[in-house]
């Protein structure tokens, strides 16, 4: 068994955006990171986990069953490790949408998938659809659908561009900058359940004239933003990123906890900051947009902010 960390992940944008084959930019996020151990002493919160993995084991090899799944686990292995305690030593918080399951499944892809796809740095595009459908398949054990993608950047470690569902690349991104401006996070205070705000999306999608707004507005400062960011232009990344969060406010506030409605819209109003859901929505952390970091800390100093770029 391989003993490779895996860094969370951060998507940047595209939240909901990619089930209709927008744009989305996901980074790796190496604060919190997970890798595979070995514990015989079976502490509680060791057990725990080898527990977890055991169950999950069952589920894999039912998929190992399945006729158009692209990878062979070495399932006999995994069972002999797990009962050797095998576990998964991780920080990634559960539930805040920055990939927690997406680590586990990369660190079980590496160390198990006979012939696996290297995450090195000659990898293609046809190498990247397969994994992320390999990956797809693994995830839906935990959130029921998966697009494959938490668990892609968790496995590759590198930027990724979503052009759509099957046109995925690496990208380079800007030099992080000590200036004003910065993206952050904070720390809603409750976990979220991503089966469950999905299904809230998808009820949602069921008004036409949600789908209206959804791809006329929404898409469209969502793909700006990607634009924007990559290009290094942040005036027009934070234009956009105002429009972006009012949208969300208005029509996705059911994902928003409301404890945070009275601040997101306060950094609206006030242009201080522009919050965006992290991942699914309904908890975990938020991601924070703002043109001066320090008024921006001051104001959200309740939640924790967390720099992750500065420009």
């Known amino acids: 068994m391989k003993k490779t960390l895996f860094h969370a992940k951060l998507l940047l944008f595209g939240e909901y955006a990619i089930m209709e084959n927008a744009k989305g930019l996901s980074i790796p ?71 927690s399951s997406g680590a586990l499944v990369a660190a079980l892809y590496e160390s198990y998938a006979r012939n696996c796809i290297l995450p090195d740095k000659a990898i293609n595009r046809e190498h990247i659809l397969v994994l992320k459908k390999i ?16 668990p892609l950047i968790c496995y590759l470690n590198l930027p990724l561009l979503i052009h759509s569902a099957n046109d995925i690349s690496t990208v380079g991104i800007p030099k992080y900058k000590k200036g004003a401006g910065a993206i952050f996070l904070i720390n ?60 969300v406010l208005q029509n996705l506030r059911p994902m928003i906890p409301s404890s945070l409605w009275e601040i997101w819209s306060e950094g609206i109003h006030t242009n201080t900051y522009y919050l965006k859901l992290c991942g699914s929505g309904g908890g975990g952390f938020i991601l924070g947009f703002t043109p001066d970091y320090e008024m921006a800390k001051e104001k959200l100093k309740n939640y924790q902010p967390e720099v992750i770029f500065r420009f």
């Open 29 to 99: 996020h190496d604060l919190y990171k997970g890798v595979l151990k070995f514990d015989s002493r079976f502490e509680t919160s060791l057990n725990l986990s080898n527990g977890t993995l055991k169950r999950y084991a069952d589920f894999l090899e039912k998929l190992q069953q399945s006729d158009d799944f692209p990878a062979d686990l070495d399932l006999s292995t995994i069972r002999t490790d797990l009962e050797r305690g095998m576990y998964f030593d991780s920080n990634i918080p559960q539930g805040y949408g920055v990939g």
């Open 135 to 150: 990956f797809s398949m693994m995830e839906f054990y935990f959130h029921g659908k998966s697009s494959g993608i938490d």
């Open 188 to 247: 809603s205070g409750v976990s979220s359940s991503t089966s469950s705000m999905i299904e809230v999306f998808f009820q949602k999608f069921k008004s036409r004239g949600f789908r209206k707004t959804l791809r006329e507005e929404f898409i469209e400062y969502n793909d700006a933003c990607v634009e924007a960011f990559l290009n290094g232009s942040f005036q027009p990344l934070l234009k956009n990123m105002k429009s972006l969060s009012a949208w």
